[in-house]
């Protein structure tokens, strides 16, 4: 990308740059912003459309505000790569999602114009109402506004935040980017205008005079001119929620039209503190035809060329494990009428667009509500029907009150369809499904399973919609082995392991999809190996019969050591009082950077060279400590 393209946005390497441009030169800038954006993703892969809808308004935020000393907080983080562009990334743009590159999120470690890490949705205005209340304390004066999607506010705890904001006094301005409505007739020259009017010092004056000289007057006139205020704007904008819960409501407001963008925010930056909410309308993949008539398949992209009107078309090959867990929803819905299918706002990402399509009376997308979701699943479950929640591993843990309480313990036939557990690469470690054997291990009455293949995922997935109580499968994000998918479903004996080859002195007991990389290096060190296929309840018999017949046992799993399966391993064998030496492999203690899935993975030493290495040290190190220990003993006597 030769800069002589974006001759305006080559010479800005930060929003102090910005803000030396002339209001005149913003809709230029906003023109090579979104070229370069579209160069950069469409060369580097990333999020696409959702950046290109939030040009404009990325602009005239950097514009207004004293950034970084006022703070921007971005919900998400799909809508924040001009934000990253402007301040001071442009050249790294090509790193994004790539090891040792820019996070595809914004990161309080990778710029001081990031001031929150995201990754989950709904996060934004309880971080930045929290940034606006010490602004308050430290009587800095800093702004905080916290940038939202529609999306973002089906999350219960955005509007958990709305409802304590409403009653402080804090500098809080929250903006709305509704990107899913097209521009109505009342987003328009009139509507603009009056968000200009309703933004200003003037009218704000006004309003609040008037509520002081009328709260004097008689009750009864008072509550007019309050009823009178809400009615005139309730019919121009469709703010009485907000207004209600105590914020100032400007909107709804074109998001691509910079002058008003400009004025409304310089209006609202210049009113009193307290809580405001500005509505904006913008529309995903602006100024690219072909994200702005397909938003979704242009969200998260690889690499294409943008002078096609389409994106390259993938090559057919092994099914995802996603896809697997698609087909498998249909073909059981097609013989059980019972089967329910809910996702919080992840149909494309958890494979239903398929069931949606087909049995759309028994599909429930229920927003960005993970907690709702699994609570809502336990109600259907109450009254007869089979709900499966599909749902990724990172964000089913903002559901885990809801796992425990309404689901387990009520001993509800709910199946969680845990999709991206372990590591997801390029994503980071916001998105990673690295604890749930951990914290899902541990609640009673759940069974829990995770597929060495695609196959194997199919049949657990039977065996947990069988199941007379709650049952999860997890499995990683992208494909398997390659194993045929049999049409035929058959229930798995539950708790039970599979050797899937024998050896001689080391057992290594593998887990999902550990099991290939295991089987690789057993052949190679002469070993067991063993796809233990059970987290939850797990093949005890078969543990013990390998305990008292193997000179050591190596636990390999995708999930971090702390609290994983391995650990329920060692507390099974201590509680047996078998003492063997046992080495627990899995994820460390720290959050995996982004990177290829593979990149990550032999970080870890999850990889077959990592695991290999890994037991030769332990059992060289085991050698050494038994050879040291007679001689030790021989000088005692």
Not at 30 to 46: F, K, N, P, T
Not at 457 to 482: D, I, N, S
């Amino acid at each position: 990308m030769s800069n002589s393209q974006y001759p305006l946005l080559q010479g800005i390497n930060s929003p102090a740059d910005l803000r030396q441009l002339s209001e005149a030169q913003l809709p230029q800038l906003a023109e090579e912003l979104r070229g370069y954006l579209l160069d950069s993703v469409s060369q580097s892969g990333g999020h696409l459309a959702a950046g290109l809808g939030t040009v404009d308004l990325t602009i005239a935020l950097h514009y207004v505000f004293n950034t970084p000393e006022d703070r921007l907080v971005w919900d998400v983080g799909h809508q924040a790569y001009p934000h990253k562009i402007l301040t001071g990334r442009r050249d790294r743009m090509p790193t994004i999602r790539k090891k040792d590159g820019l996070s595809a999120f914004p990161s309080r470690c990778e710029s001081v114009y990031d001031t929150f890490g995201v990754g989950h949705s709904s996060t934004s205005i309880s971080a930045a109402l929290g940034m606006a209340i010490a602004a308050a304390l430290d009587r800095s004066g800093r702004h905080a506004v916290a940038i939202i999607g529609d999306g973002g506010m089906t999350g219960g705890m955005a509007f958990e935040a709305l409802n304590h904001a409403g009653v402080m006094d804090a500098n809080l301005l929250v903006i709305l980017n509704d990107n899913e409505m097209s521009i109505s007739p009342n987003v328009g020259a009139l509507n603009n205008y009056l968000a200009k009017i309703l933004s200003s010092k003037f009218y704000s004056t006004v309003r609040e005079g008037s509520k002081q000289l009328l709260s004097h007057s008689m009750p009864s006139v008072w509550e007019l001119a309050r009823r009178a205020e809400e009615h005139v704007k309730g019919m121009v904008a469709p703010g009485t929620l907000f207004e209600e819960l105590g914020f100032n409501y400007i909107g709804p407001v074109d998001g691509h039209d910079l002058d008003v963008l400009v004025t409304t925010l310089r209006n609202l930056r210049e009113l009193p503190p307290g809580p405001r909410f500005l509505h904006i309308v913008t529309k995903k993949g602006k100024g690219y035809p072909p994200a702005e008539q397909d938003p979704v398949a242009y969200h998260g992209v690889g690499t294409f060329d943008p002078s096609k009107d389409h994106l390259p078309k993938a090559k057919p090959s092994t099914p995802t494990y996603t896809e697997v867990f698609g087909r498998w929803l249909c073909d059981m819905a097609q013989q059980e009428p019972k089967l329910l299918g809910i996702t919080p706002a992840m149909r494309e990402g958890s494979g239903l667009v398929e069931f949606s399509e087909r049995f759309p009376d028994r599909y429930f997308d229920v927003g960005i509500a993970e907690q709702h979701a699994v609570t809502v699943a336990a109600g259907q479950a109450c009254e007869g029907w089979h709900p499966v929640v599909a749902i990724y591993s990172t964000f089913l843990q903002r559901a885990y009150d809801q796992l425990i309480h309404d689901v387990a313990l009520q001993n509800l036939p709910v199946l969680f369809a845990i999709d991206r557990a372990g590591l997801v690469g390029p994503d980071g470690p916001t998105h990673a499904g690295s604890f749930d054997f951990s914290y899902m291990r541990c609640v009673p009455n759940l069974v829990l399973m995770a597929p060495a293949d695609e196959n194997e995922c199919r049949q657990m997935l039977y065996t947990g919609f069988q199941y007379q109580g709650p049952a999860a499968v997890r499995y990683p994000r992208g494909k398997g082995p390659g194993v045929d998918l049999q049409q035929a479903m058959e229930a798995l004996p539950l708790g039970k392991a599979e050797i899937k080859r024998s050896g001689r002195h080391v057992a290594i007991l593998a887990y999902g999809s550990m099991v290939i990389p295991a089987v690789a290096v057993g052949e190679r060190l002469g070993a067991t190996v063993v796809n233990m296929r059970f987290i939850k309840p797990f093949d005890e018999t078969l543990v013990l019969e390998l305990a008292q017949s193997h000179d050591c046992l190596v636990t390999v799993e995708e999930n971090v050591v702390a609290g994983g399966a391995g650990s329920a391993v060692v507390e099974f064998l201590t509680r047996n009082q078998v003492l063997l030496p046992v080495l627990n492999l899995g994820l460390p203690d720290l959050f995996v950077e982004q990177g290829s899935r593979e990149e990550c993975l032999a970080a870890c030493g999850l990889d077959e060279a990592g695991i290999g290495a890994a037991i030769e040290e332990f059992l060289a190190v085991g050698s050494r400590a038994m050879q040291a220990r007679p001689a030790k003993a021989k000088g005692k006597h």
